[in-house]
Structures are given as C-alpha cells and as structure tokens.
C-alpha cells in the first residue's frame, strides 16, 4: 500500500520557535510537496522538490524552508514561527511522468501561540 | 495566471445526485482529478480524466471537457458519509505540481 507518513499529527509551539515538520513517503517517488490548507483559500503549494538536494519554491515559500537529503524524507522548517503560520499542513509525493495521481500524508495540525 | 474554479457549498438529500462542477485555466493540461477530503483528514484520490468524455467508477463519474477548460463530478444515490469536501485540481505537467481548487463542501441531509 502507498504511504506518505507525517510524524506529527497536532503540534502546538510558541512564536519564534523552530519547527519541524518531517515527512517519508514508501513508494520510491521523486516529487515530494509541502503544501499549506486553510479555510476558503484550498490548498497552496510551499516547497516543492524533484529530487535529493534539489528544492524549488512554490507559492507561498515566505517563512519556509526544506530538506530534501534522502528520496524517502521530505522535511518542512519553519525557522521562526509565526501566529499566521498556524494552519494544517500537508505533504504529499508524485511519481514523475504522466496521468500519476498525487498521494497525501495525513497532515499536521500547527498551532503557533 | 492559473485559476480553478468551484462551488463552496452544495447541499443534497441521501439518495439524490449531485453534480459539482469545475472550470480551469492552467499553464498546461496532463490530466484533471477529483479527491474526497472529510474534515481532519488527507485527501484521498477519486478519479482522473485525460481525454474528453465520461469516467464512471459506481457511484462516482468525472466528465471533461478540455475544450472548455470544464469538468464535473457527478455523485449519485448519495449517502450520509460522502458529506465531504471535494477537490478539483489540474497536473500541468509531467512533474505532478497539482494546482487545486478551494473546494466544494458537499452536505449529505437525512
């Protein structure tokens, strides 16, 4: 079975902290995302990456960074968080070529204080 | 600019059929999906069109019509657990960065 595995369902960290958002897919993709969902605004694409070491930003990278150092491992950092960076966040991965469907871990709930 | 377009909100009775529509306009075109998302989960996968015409999957079916940058998603004999939010998205390309919809929140009433 295809798996995208968030370590961390429901965080809750104070503004300023540094968080980790940590994801592994099991299915050998080479596309792995970030992206950020909120009420009414769907869902918006951070961090992309295509392959290990390689990163490419999205729409709404501000605030953002990532780590892309194994295939498997996708990881999201949040250097300074932020009351406005609260939000649910998803990770997914994509096999590259064409008609494959995107696969979601399911997702990380953020609460910044 | 890339834009995709759906309904916020439809309601239905159990056992109605619902029809959610979606209009797009995307740098490129490889495919358009629907995915079923219930409320704090992920989304999950329903369906994909890449050519024009009819995808049916039982209860489920996806129409495309590319020339007019327009699909819908068709539910029928609806029941009180497909109450969810139902997202439309494009593949532009081949390397899978998915533009989305906002979604359609669809309530399932007895």
């Known amino acids: 079975d295809v798996k995208v595995t968030q370590s961390s369902r429901y965080l809750v960290k104070r503004t300023g902290e540094k968080v980790f958002l940590e994801c592994v897919q099991d299915m050998d993709h080479e596309n792995m995302f970030w992206y950020r969902q909120d009420p009414g605004l769907g869902l918006r694409l951070i961090y992309f990456?295509?392959?290990?070491?390689?990163?490419e930003k999205g729409d709404i990278p501000e605030g953002y960074s990532v780590s892309r150092e194994k295939k498997e491992r996708f990881s999201l950092i949040l250097e300074s968080a932020s009351t406005n960076q609260t939000s649910m966040y998803l990770c997914a991965s994509v096999r590259q070529g064409e008609g494959n469907t995107i696969y979601f871990g399911e997702g990380s709930w953020l609460t910044v204080v | 600019g890339q834009n995709i377009d759906q309904p916020t909100e439809m309601t239905a009775t159990e056992g109605a059929i619902v029809q959610i529509n979606c209009t797009y306009q995307t740098s490129g075109f490889n495919g358009l999906f629907w995915y079923q998302q219930h409320a704090g989960e992920a989304p999950t996968f329903l369906s994909y069109?890449?050519?024009?015409g009819l995808e049916e999957k039982g209860r489920f079916s996806s129409f495309l019509s590319r020339s007019k940058g327009y699909s819908y998603l068709l539910l029928k004999e609806l029941q009180m657990k497909d109450s969810a939010s139902y997202l439309c998205a494009v593949n532009p390309d081949s390397w899978g960065k998915f533009q989305f919809g906002a979604g359609t929140q669809v309530v399932v009433t007895p």
């Open positions: 069109n890449v050519l024009d």
């Open positions: 990456s295509y392959d290990v070491k390689m990163k």
